[in-house]
């Protein structure tokens, strides 16, 4: 019975127009989470005392980090949609990972920027073409690529399963980014929070990046929720101009 209830839900969120009202029902309130988490977080990110070696630098850490994890949950969401595509047909998965894309880019974005600022006080220079920041870097490229794919295409539902089998096979590079420290001796620093043993960075610091990272997840989803609204409409108003052109054929 409770898996039947769970699969009409998810059914009925099948629907853009159920979907289309939830979104204006619990966007506010996103929103309002969103901006109380930041502000809990940088003023906790400010407050706090700088490292003994890196000084105020490691402030950076508070955006750099978020940043860093919000990029490669970003392509699980699109691959858990691409699933949704290709397995399921549910009209909404391929408006989730259409819209999920620029977020994506912009969030490993802010991560290399971030990443490079730090590395240049840290350790002498702004780039090295080491495992973790050259794969990085060719998630970045992974975005911009599937941006450009559904924009060049006409056809929506062919855009939606090319770009879903794409992200599919592109996946392989999420454990290769996470475990890059692991697997090759490299200039970038192992996992320091998310690890086996527990995390091993001083609590002063990791309150505040938990809190900044919970805030930057509310901030992902708040945008996403936001971009698939947006998409939705851009498709109906594209509906709708499609089927005026026809009317005007056919009556001229």
Not at 45 to 61: H, K, L, N, P
């Amino acid at each position: 019975m409770t898996d039947s209830l769970a699969i009409s839900k998810f059914t009925e969120l099948a629907n853009p127009t159920r979907f289309l009202a939830l979104a204006a029902r619990i966007l506010p309130w996103m929103a309002a989470a969103t901006a109380i988490l930041f502000a809990i977080g940088l003023y906790l990110s400010f407050t706090t005392e700088g490292d003994y070696q890196q000084g105020a630098t490691v402030r950076i850490m508070y955006v750099h980090v978020p940043a860093a994890w919000l990029s490669m949950m970003c392509y699980t969401v699109m691959a858990v949609s691409a699933i949704g595509t290709l397995v399921w047909r549910h009209p909404l998965a391929d408006v989730s990972h259409k819209a999920a894309a620029p977020l994506g880019a912009a969030f490993t974005l802010i991560a290399l920027a971030t990443g490079s600022l730090w590395g240049r006080p840290m350790w002498g220079t702004w780039w090295v073409w080491d495992a973790r920041l050259t794969s990085v870097f060719v998630l970045f490229l992974m975005y911009l690529g599937l941006i450009a794919l559904n924009r060049a295409m006409d056809d929506p539902s062919r855009a939606a399963r090319v770009s879903a089998v794409l992200i599919l096979v592109g996946f392989v590079n999420i454990p290769i980014i996470k475990f890059s420290v692991d697997w090759w001796n490299t200039l970038h620093q192992p996992a320091s929070v998310i690890r086996m043993g527990g995390p091993t960075i001083d609590r002063e610091f990791l309150w505040p990046l938990l809190v900044m990272a919970i805030a930057f997840t509310m901030l992902f989803f708040t945008l996403h929720v936001m971009a698939m609204r947006n998409e939705i409409w851009r498709r109906r108003v594209a509906a709708q101009r499609r089927m005026a052109a026809r009317l005007a054929g056919r009556e001229a």
